[in-house]
């Protein structure tokens, strides 16, 4: 499996920015699913966006759309989440979660349940706030 290691979160203010990295190891040369999810305290966790590490296109929750973006540098083995004009209920946990999956694209990699993925990191907090 691969090993996964989310960072960059923090509190910020409602409006601001953060980018989230999730550094991964253990890679094959297979082409995997990889995404954002989070989870809110009482919530169940959620999709945020998906991505396949080949066909490179993300697909997106409603919630962020147009305000988040995954992009991914081969090179470097990272999967990143630029998040824009953050809102309060964007508070949660934030986990990147990886799949092997020779097929696919962004929307094809989003549609499989979250516990289809099968290598988890450890999640980064990330805090909206005034």
């Not at 290691?5 to 253990?26: H, W, Y």
């Not at 296109?57 to 759309?65: I, L, M, T, W």
Request: glycine letters at 12%.
């Amino acid at each position: 499996q691969v090993q996964l290691v989310e960072s960059g979160g923090g509190s910020v203010q409602p409006g601001g920015s953060l980018r989230l990295s999730c550094a991964a190891s253990g890679y094959t040369r297979s082409s995997y699913c990889m995404g954002w999810f989070r989870e809110a305290p009482g919530k169940e966790r959620e999709r945020v966006g998906t991505i396949h590490t080949s066909d490179g296109s993300a697909y997106y929750a409603d919630s962020v759309k147009g305000r988040f973006t995954i992009s991914q540098d081969n090179a470097k083995n990272t999967l990143y989440l630029q998040m824009n004009s953050l809102k309060f209920e964007d508070t949660a946990m934030y986990y990147c979660a990886a799949k092997q999956a020779s097929w696919g694209s962004g929307y094809a990699c989003y549609t499989p349940s979250i516990y289809w993925y099968n290598s988890w990191g450890q999640g980064t907090q990330v805090t909206v706030s005034s």
